[in-house]
């Protein structure tokens, strides 16, 4: 009886399909002639399929890996794979699945940088204290209508340290304000609120902070009802509270801090310097768009 050509396309093998087969058993100890015989296929032909050029998706390949590589070294390995896919798909103008960027980084062992644990700091006893109005709803329609703040820590190897107080804007995570100084204290944070304000003079955000001693005091609150801004604070030892917060100060700190030693005041400041402009205006993110944080907030601020 005669197959008819459906069922005969059926159990049809690929040559392609055929000559995988034996690569793959060959390389396994079988002897190519035989495999050829077997499988019906000629041995000039699989040698023919073996040598052959790069394929098109090879070429594609090597052209995506030579910028990842590039890029690798431009951020000094900050960037983990699925931010690796955001910055190459805008390079190149394509659309690369984050899966087929993480196995070419795999394939020449690129890895990102680790994030170090947090240490956890207990509060001071609080002045002023206001309600967690946040509520973890970290999405803001526009720019200026929730700011998250907080300070951090940095050491010095001449024994010394630094705190850096800075205001993120949730509307496009940028950071709008910052200062470093050489001491945890209230004119820190207020410096750096003046900053905003003096850059964004009509924002009546809703400001967001843990309790630490210079948010919980009345000089500050004062400031905040000059400019209208509701005051929110995060619950007593819920750091997750200010998550975006905290998620850019491990951000800064395995990006920048951690990579290197500082010897000096200055040099950690023009570091900071530095990297907050990167990541403002060249740190693309995913849930931007795509974009960096400027890029972002001038795109909202159009619209």
């Given at each position: 009886?005669?197959?008819?050509?459906?069922?005969?396309?059926?159990?049809?093998?690929?040559?392609?399909?055929?000559?995988?087969?034996?690569?793959?058993?060959?390389e396994l100890g079988y002897?190519?002639?035989?495999?050829?015989?077997?499988?019906?296929?000629?041995?000039?032909?699989?040698?023919?399929?073996?040598?052959?050029?790069?394929?098109?998706?090879?070429?594609?390949?090597?052209?995506?890996?030579?910028?990842?590589?590039?890029?690798?070294?431009?951020?000094?390995?900050?960037?983990?794979?699925?931010?690796?896919?955001?910055?190459?798909?805008?390079?190149?103008?394509?659309?690369?699945?984050?899966?087929?960027?993480?196995?070419?980084?795999?394939?020449?062992?690129?890895?990102?940088?680790?994030?170090?644990?947090?240490?956890?700091?207990?509060?001071?006893?609080?002045?002023?204290?206001?309600?967690?109005?946040?509520?973890?709803?970290?999405?803001?329609?526009?720019?200026?209508?929730?700011?998250?703040?907080?300070v951090t820590e940095f050491?010095?190897?001449?024994?010394?340290?630094?705190?850096?107080?800075?205001?993120?804007?949730?509307?496009?995570?940028?950071?709008?304000?910052?200062?470093?100084?050489?001491?945890?204290?209230?004119?820190?944070?207020?410096?750096?609120?003046?900053?905003?304000?003096?850059?964004?003079?009509?924002?009546?955000?809703?400001?967001?902070?843990?309790?630490?001693?210079?948010?919980?005091?009345?000089?500050?609150?004062?400031?905040?009802?000059?400019?209208?801004?509701?005051?929110?604070?995060?619950?007593?030892?819920?750091?997750?509270?200010?998550?975006?917060?905290?998620?850019?100060?491990?951000?800064?700190?395995?990006?920048?801090?951690?990579?290197?030693?500082?010897?000096?005041?200055?040099?950690?400041?023009?570091?900071?310097?530095?990297?907050?402009?990167?990541?403002?205006?060249?740190?693309?993110?995913?849930?931007?768009?795509?974009?960096?944080?400027?890029?972002?907030?001038?795109?909202?601020?159009?619209?």
């Open positions: 009886m005669r197959r008819d050509r459906k069922e005969v396309d059926k159990y049809t093998v690929s040559s392609t399909n055929k000559y995988i087969a034996i690569k793959e058993l060959h002897s190519i002639s035989e495999l050829c015989k077997c499988a019906e296929v000629g041995r000039a032909s699989y040698y023919k399929w073996l040598n052959r050029s790069a394929t098109e998706r090879d070429k594609e390949n090597k052209v995506i890996l030579d910028e990842i590589i590039k890029l690798y070294s431009e951020v000094k390995g900050i960037y983990g794979y699925r931010r690796i896919t955001l910055n190459i798909n805008r390079i190149l103008n394509s659309k690369y699945n984050h899966k087929r960027i993480y196995r070419l980084m795999k394939s020449v062992k690129l890895t990102a940088v680790i994030r170090r644990r947090k240490k956890r700091y207990i509060q001071s006893t609080p002045q002023i204290t206001a309600e967690n109005i946040l509520n973890r709803e970290f999405v803001a329609d526009n720019p200026n209508e929730k700011w998250l703040t907080d050491k010095i190897t001449n024994g010394s340290k630094a705190y850096l107080s800075a205001i993120l804007d949730l509307g496009d995570n940028s950071i709008i304000s910052y200062v470093l100084g050489k001491s945890n204290n209230n004119k820190l944070v207020f410096d750096t609120l003046d900053k905003a304000v003096e850059a964004n003079p009509t924002a009546t955000p809703l400001f967001h902070s843990d309790r630490g001693f210079q948010y919980t005091c009345k000089t500050f609150k004062n400031k905040l009802n000059k400019i209208n801004a509701v005051q929110s604070m995060s619950r007593v030892g819920r750091c997750i509270d200010n998550g975006p917060m905290e998620a850019f100060w491990g951000t800064l700190k395995s990006e920048m801090y951690y990579l290197r030693k500082f010897s000096s005041f200055e040099e950690l400041e023009q570091a900071i310097d530095e990297y907050i402009k990167f990541y403002n205006t060249k740190r693309l993110q995913k849930k931007l768009k795509g974009m960096a944080p400027i890029e972002y907030r001038s795109h909202t601020l159009v619209a």
